[in-house]
Structure formats: structure tokens, C-alpha cells
């Protein structure tokens, strides 16, 4: 049954769709969202955020990007499947000393618990997005390939969407490029799994910047 509380976006509101989030608050107010609603999000939607991607500075404009979105809840499955015990074996050291440290900080146990959230449930994260990035040089274009991502999430966070990064799933990267139909010399170097929030947005904790 769909979530009575996640949002409901008539077609004839997609072109307008974030366009009056102001730069500043949005780059200051978007944080990791890793609780995510199951709901479906418009494939209008996800190109919208995508489209953003593509204003990323390049060396030589030469876009070295690709954009995978896996929505199929059995190829999200496959997915959710090899990386949830990866992610286990990777956070068990750190669920360890928090354990064993009664003054381990609180906002850091709260971001455990939300990235072993999303690693459980990620099968229910509508919308897998996969960016690649071609080679030059035998090494994937990492240096197009990050502000591209970061322009991703900015994008969601104008249009309302939830999502978060993780580079996790390359510890079985060969495979996954594999199952997504990439060429030898596009490796996908990062997931951002999307969906309508729960939770709300607002500044992350940070440092000063003196």
C-alpha cells in the first residue's frame, strides 16, 4: 500500500520540481538520508536528478559519466544480497568499540544504526543509482566522476528526495559491472540509493571552519 505521507507529484509539476531550493541552503542542508520510504519515484524525477549530474565540470568536457538507475524489486534484491553482508563484515569492528566504549559519542552511534538500516533494508530503496565513470589512462575519470555525484545529491535534495553514497558495492565491482551491462572501461565507482525520505533535512554537524 503506498505511504499516505510521501509526496504525491503531478506530471505537469516535474519541469518545476526543485527549482526554487536556493544553492546555499541546499549544499548547507544536504546530509546523508539512508531511512528511506519504498514508494516508487517518477522516472521524470530521476532523470531530473540525473540531468544535474551532467553540469559537472570535466577535464576537456569530456563527460566521462554513466548513469544506471535499477528500480526492478528482484535486481534491487540482487544487489541488496551481496552488499548487506559486506557492509556487516565492514562496520563489525566499529559496532565493537562502541560496545566496549560507554563515552563513544552518540551522533556516531546514531549514524551506525542508519547505515545498518539502509544496508538492511536496501532491497527497499526504490530507486539503485549507479554512476561509472570511463577510463583514461587505465584509472576511471574519479576526478569528473565525484562532482558529477555531488551534484546528484544536491538534486535530490532540491526535488525531495532522500539518498546517500556508498562505495561499498565495488568490493564486489567486477560482478556488479558485469550485471549492469557496463564495458571493461566504465566501472561503476559509486551506489546512491534514492527515495522519498523519512526523516527531515537539516544541517549536519561540522566543524568550524577556523
Known amino acids: ?101 560507554p563515552e563513544f559519542p552518540e551522533a556516531r552511534r546514531r549514524m551506525q544504526r542508519a547505515a545498518i538500516h539502509l544496508a538492511d533494508h536496501l532491497h527497499e530503496a526504490p530507486v539503485h543509482l549507479f554512476v561509472a565513470a570511463y577510463t583514461r589512462g587505465g584509472k576511471p575519470q574519479l576526478q569528473a566522476a565525484m562532482p558529477c555525484i555531488q551534484n546528484v545529491l544536491l538534486a535530490c535534495r532540491a526535488v525531495g528526495l532522500g539518498a546517500s553514497l556508498t562505495t561499498l558495492h565495488t568490493g564486489f565491482g567486477e560482478e556488479c559491472d558485469r550485471w549492469l551491462g557496463l564495458p571493461d572501461n566504465c566501472p561503476s565507482c559509486a551506489l546512491i540509493p534514492i527515495g522519498w525520505p523519512i526523516g527531515k533535512y537539516g544541517r549536519p554537524p561540522r566543524r568550524p571552519l577556523s
Request: hydrophobic share 35%.
Open 1 to 101: 500500500m503506498p505511504d499516505p505521507d510521501a509526496p504525491d507529484i503531478r506530471p505537469s509539476e516535474f519541469d518545476r520540481l526543485g527549482e526554487d531550493v536556493p544553492l546555499l541552503e541546499g549544499i548547507r542542508t544536504t546530509r546523508a538520508i539512508r531511512r528511506l520510504r519504498p514508494d516508487p519515484v517518477p522516472r521524470e524525477v530521476i532523470r531530473k536528478v540525473c540531468e544535474a549530474g551532467t553540469f559537472a565540470p570535466s577535464g576537456g568536457n569530456r563527460q566521462p559519466w554513466r548513469f544506471i538507475a535499477v528500480t526492478d524489486p528482484e535486481r534491487r534484491q540482487w544487489v541488496a544480497d551481496r552488499y548487506r553482508p559486506r557492509f556487516h563484515a565492514y562496520i563489525a569492528p566499529a559496532q565493537e568499540r562502541a560496545s566496549e566504549d
